[in-house]
């Protein structure tokens, strides 16, 4: 319950902060947090806990009453701040496309894609990781 409460309202300032002050602003929030982590939990035994997360938090953005549309961007930035306070010390990616003129964004656990398909690393260049 606690995801959805807070991930509800987390969506609507990551969406106004996107649409207000920018996509590195954004970026930028998510690094001041992890810079400020101190202590980052020991590597869980297996990710599926973390999968289900960012699975949860993947099905309240697509259902969200007010942030219509909740690209991967918004996800990826939420999944990130609510796994970071949390204490886990994952990695925000950005990324090109290989083929066409298109971007991407995830969440990455040591080198493991949690809210999107293993597929991606195939599809997109890394251009920022945070």
Known sequence: MYIKAYGFIALLFIDNKIKKHGFKNSCESIRSLKNSKKNFKPKPENLHNLHSLCKEINELCDRHLFVKKAECLHQSILAASILL????HIDLKIGVSK??????????YDGKILNDQPEVHNQYNVILSI
């Open 85 to 88: 306070k949390k204490g886990y």
């Open 99 to 108: 083929k066409d003129f298109s971007a991407h964004a995830w969440v990455e």
